[in-house]
Nanobody, 120 residues
Framework: VQLVESGGGLVQAGGSLSLSCTASGSFTLVKTMGWYRQGPGKQRELVATITSDSSSEDYADSVMGRFTISRDNTGNTVTLQMNGLKPEDTGVYYC??????????????WGHGTQVTVSS
């Protein structure tokens, strides 16, 4: 099982980008999924999360009102729509799944990360 990320890139301040992440492989359920980011010289921080049934979302204060997280009907793909991007949004964005069930004990999973660069 792995998380496959797509999207990211270079954009000017005020622009938009969309990140997608799909859980692939053999599994039965992925619980809460989300995005974290790590800016230059900074620690990894939570950006947004969404529950498996999309009933609850959580956002960092710094992205509230600008970013929107969603999941598709299968629950296996999570998308982060980022609008009104700022230079401080620059960083590597990582997809995360807090619990993946594949018939054994649930486990946590991280994607490899995708770069987002916002120029001023």
């Amino acid at each position: 099982v792995q998380l496959v990320e797509s999207g990211g890139g270079l954009v000017q301040a005020g622009g938009s980008l969309s990140l997608s992440c799909t859980a692939s492989g053999s599994f039965t359920l992925v619980k809460t999924m989300g995005w974290y980011r790590q800016g230059p010289g900074k620690q990894r921080e939570l950006v947004a999360t969404i529950t498996s049934d999309s009933s609850s979302e959580d956002y960092a204060d710094s992205v509230m009102g600008r970013f929107t997280i969603s999941r598709d009907n299968t629950g296996n793909t999570v998308t982060l729509q980022m609008n009104g991007l700022k230079p401080e949004d620059t960083g590597v964005y990582y997809c995360h799944a807090d619990r993946v069930y594949d018939g054994g004990a649930p486990f946590e999973l991280w994607g490899h990360g995708t770069q987002v660069t916002v120029s001023s």
